[in-house]
C-alpha cells in the first residue's frame, strides 16, 4: 500500500509561482513514475508533468515553456517529488493531484489533492 501526502498549495496572484511537494510512504515496493495531474471545475483531470525512477521528464503542452526548468523533480531517499510552478496564470487554478506507479505490476496510487488557485 501506498500513502500519499500533497502540500504547498494555495492562492497566488498571476505571474506568481508556487512549489508542491508529495511524499509517498511505501513498504514492499519500489517506485517508479511520479507525476502530477490537475483537474478544474467541469473539465477531466489531466497530466502537467511526470518524471521517471531515472529522471526522465515529460510535460503537458499547456505547461511547456513555464514549467520546463527543473520543474518537476524527485528525491528517491525520501520518496518526494515536487512541482515548481513558475509563471502561473488563472487558468492554472485546478485541484493538483499527486500520482505514483510502483511495483512491478504497476501499480496506480493518487493523492488527495491540494488546491491552486491562481488569480488575474
Known amino acids: 500500500q501506498v500513502q500519499l501526502v500533497e502540500s504547498g498549495g494555495g492562492f497566488v496572484q498571476a505571474g506568481g509561482s508556487l512549489r508542491l511537494s508529495c511524499t509517498a510512504s511505501?513498504?514492499?515496493?519500489?517506485?517508479?513514475?511520479m507525476g502530477w495531474y490537475r483537474q478544474a471545475p467541469g473539465n477531466q483531470r489531466e497530466l502537467v508533468a511526470r518524471v521517471t525512477n531515472i529522471a526522465s521528464r515529460n510535460y503537458a503542452d499547456s505547461v511547456k515553456g513555464r514549467f520546463t526548468i527543473s520543474t518537476i523533480s524527485r528525491d528517491n531517499a525520501k520518496n518526494t517529488v515536487y512541482l515548481q510552478m513558475n509563471s502561473l496564470k488563472p487558468e492554472d487554478t485546478a485541484v493538483y493531484y499527486c500520482?505514483?506507479?510502483?511495483?512491478?505490476?504497476?501499480?496506480?496510487?493518487w493523492g488527495q489533492g491540494t488546491q491552486v488557485t491562481v488569480s488575474s
Open positions: 500520482n505514483v506507479h510502483y511495483g512491478p505490476q504497476q501499480f496506480r496510487s
Open positions: 511505501i513498504s514492499g515496493f519500489s517506485i517508479n513514475d
